[in-house]
């Protein structure tokens, strides 16, 4: 096919990488299906539409990927050399870059306008009036949680008062203050209640990352970020830090127990306020 008249031949070295790529296809394909190494867990409402999200999206790019991958191969295998060919030359073809160019904006589109309608649903949704709120402070390396007492208000909070053992700052003579709960490096949650988490940070950047809840969300500085979720499976999780904080960001990280009920939750609360 040296003057791109020709049949071309098959190659040995033709065939050989055009078998790797069928085989990159078919382990492609396999972890696609089995799912070996998969997203962890799921346990909460809205993290079923992102991984139906992130689904759509890897089946339309797999799709594309196992096309353009076996016309590869194939031509790899198809056309060889013969040690005398010629570089052939052929005009474009306005038709075909037309038809690629328009399905492709066409199939990004859609994707984007997918992507936008998942992210409005967590973003641009007021969490349920009934939600359980839970201011959270990062620090390195650590995670700090601050429950409101049976008051249902927070007490202020100063950075002047934050000591070794006063991590947030909690001003115990401010009235709300006297019955709010503090805990360090771990965090319970009931199932089945919306929780709204309002993000802070004593020092750098970090992010609040729940796996099995699909949340992820950093803490600035100087700003107070809320994002909220409806947990729906009882058990414990990790809660770790996204963002590389430090030299220790390794070792920061927390307890995330999502409670059977509310009255375990309410305990567990009792529990912490006794303790303190």
């Known amino acids: 096919m040296a003057d791109g008249g020709g049949p071309g031949r098959v190659t040995l070295s033709g065939v050989g990488l055009a078998a790797l790529l069928l085989i990159l296809i078919l382990a492609s394909l396999y972890f696609f299906v089995v799912q070996p190494y998969w997203f962890p867990v799921l346990a909460s409402v809205h993290g079923g539409r992102i991984d139906s999200l992130f689904g759509t999206v890897l089946v339309v790019s797999g799709v594309v990927f196992i096309i353009v991958q076996g016309m590869l191969g194939f031509f790899v295998a198809r056309y060889g050399q013969s040690g005398n060919e010629r570089a052939s030359y052929w005009h474009d073809n306005p038709k075909a870059e037309a038809f690629l160019l328009i399905s492709t904006a066409v199939i990004l589109t859609v994707l984007v306008f997918m992507g936008q ?42 950075t002047a008062m934050i000591t070794a053992a006063n991590y947030i700052g909690l001003d115990r003579s401010d009235p709300p203050a006297k019955d709010d709960i503090v805990v360090l490096g771990e965090m319970h949650v009931p199932s089945g ?15 609040f990352f729940l796996p099995n809840l699909r949340v992820k969300q950093d803490a600035v500085p100087g700003m107070g970020i809320e994002v909220w979720f409806t947990p729906t499976r009882p058990g414990t999780y990790e809660i770790a830090c996204a963002e590389l904080c430090g030299l220790a960001h390794y070792r920061m990280k927390a307890i995330l127990t999502i409670d059977d009920s509310q009255e375990n939750f309410n305990k567990w609360l009792q529990q912490k306020a006794a303790e303190q």
């Open 117 to 158: 309608r998942v992210w409005a649903s967590i973003y641009f949704v007021d969490a349920p009036a009934d939600a359980l709120v839970v201011q959270v402070t990062g620090e390195q390396f650590q995670w700090n949680f601050h429950y409101p007492g049976p008051d249902g208000a927070f007490g202020r909070t100063d």
């Open 193 to 207: 209640r919306a929780v709204r988490v309002r993000l802070r940070s004593k020092d750098v950047i970090h992010s």
